[in-house]
């Protein structure tokens, strides 16, 4: 079940993002939870299956003015990899936005190519 990130969940969120090729280094990292947590146009969901209080994966999105949602950060915890769990969080987020198109980044993509062909 994806919900909104809450400030409480900061380390858990960074241990996640961290696993980014971009976002070894600690500065870029407190950047971009700050960008979450700070700008209203950005989002940030954490993952949690249903019978469990353990944070799964984030999914990081920025609304942009044309109706479409651009992921931007897609992050699952090593133990949960291979499990299509990252096809479920795509699957709630667009529950959650059904009228705007879902893009991705440079980074995301290939991610959401792969997405696109398991819907």
């Known amino acids: 079940m994806l919900t909104q990130y809450r400030k409480n ?25 700050d960008t979450y947590e700070a700008d209203d ?7 949690y299956d249903e019978g469990s209080d353990n944070v799964q994966g984030v999914i990081g999105i920025s609304q942009l003015e044309d109706n479409e949602i ?28 059904p009228e705007q198109k879902i893009i991705g980044t440079p980074a ?9 062909e398991h819907k």
């Not at 969940?9 to 939870?33: P, T």
Request: charged letters at 20%.
């Open 70 to 97: 651009m992921v931007h950060d897609i992050s699952l915890n090593p133990s949960y990899r291979g499990e299509g769990i990252s096809m479920t969080m795509m699957k709630e987020l667009q529950a959650l936005y």
């Open 9 to 33: 969940q900061r380390k858990i969120a960074m241990g996640l993002l961290s696993f980014h090729e971009n976002l070894k280094d600690q500065q870029h990292l407190l950047k971009e939870i």
């Open 41 to 47: 146009r950005y989002q940030l969901y954490c993952y």
């Open 108 to 116: 995301t993509s290939a991610f959401l190519a792969k997405w696109q």
